[in-house]
């Protein structure tokens, strides 16, 4: 069955450097990946969303890749803030395009050293 | 921007008990989700809700579990006999027509 592997270590970097996050899935290739930020205690919050025709995509300081032949997805901050501080969450839909499965890897903590 | 609501924030209760977890989706949305998240864990699908049926649940979404859209604005998780690993934080998110989900805050359940 399909898996989402993230890196469940943390990920320390220090202010003003490009944090790099890595997604893999297992399988069959999705036709869209997503990207999600959750602060503690907090729902996830939606950042990006790129499809499988599209290599890559920006918002502001960020950006998602997305490579089917090595079904990985590669979410980049740059010019990182404290503020960036949070558990980023890739997900897939598993339900084969009905959008009615979307699940979570376990997400990647990244700590924004000032 | 509009919000998902979910109450109670907290909710504490003994072994066995009934819940209900409450959400107010998002008014122009029409697909409604449960996932559930237990401390220091990945955020976990249950449940997948669309035109007053379940569109999809996952192998934690026993027959302990049931969902409901009793009204036009409510969205419910009810668990019929708690146990203590149903302690987590549940969060309901709802969706329009494009691919992505909006969260609320979570209800904390805690079970004793």
């Known amino acids: 069955s399909q898996k989402i592997e993230q890196n469940s270590e943390a990920l320390n970097i220090q202010e003003g450097k490009t944090a790099t996050l890595t997604c893999n899935y297992t399988n069959y290739s999705p036709a869209y990946l997503q990207w999600y930020r959750q602060d503690p205690g907090r729902g996830p919050v939606f950042l990006l969303l790129i499809r499988e025709n599209e290599k890559e995509k920006r918002k502001e300081r960020l950006k998602v890749t997305f490579d089917t032949t090595l079904k990985q997805s590669l979410f980049h901050i740059t010019a990182s803030q404290p503020a960036d501080s949070a558990t980023y969450l890739c997900?897939?839909?598993?339900?084969?395009?009905?959008?009615?499965?979307?699940?979570f890897g376990i997400g990647t903590k990244l700590q924004v050293i000032p | 921007e509009p919000e998902v609501t979910q109450t109670p924030s907290h909710q504490v209760t003994q072994m066995g008990q009934e819940v209900i977890l409450r959400c107010v989706p998002i008014s122009n949305h029409l697909y409604f989700y449960w996932y559930r998240q237990i401390l220091g864990q990945k955020v976990e699908f249950l449940v997948s809700f669309y035109n007053n049926e379940i569109s999809e649940k996952s192998e934690i979404f026993d027959d302990q579990f049931s969902v409901e859209r009793p009204d036009g604005s409510n969205f419910t998780l009810k668990i019929r006999s708690t146990k203590l690993e149903d302690s987590a934080m549940y969060f309901c998110a709802s969706r329009g027509s494009n691919e992505k989900l909006f969260f609320g805050s979570g209800t904390q359940l805690s079970v004793l």
């Open positions: 997900a897939l839909d598993m339900s084969g395009g009905g959008y009615q499965k979307v699940t």
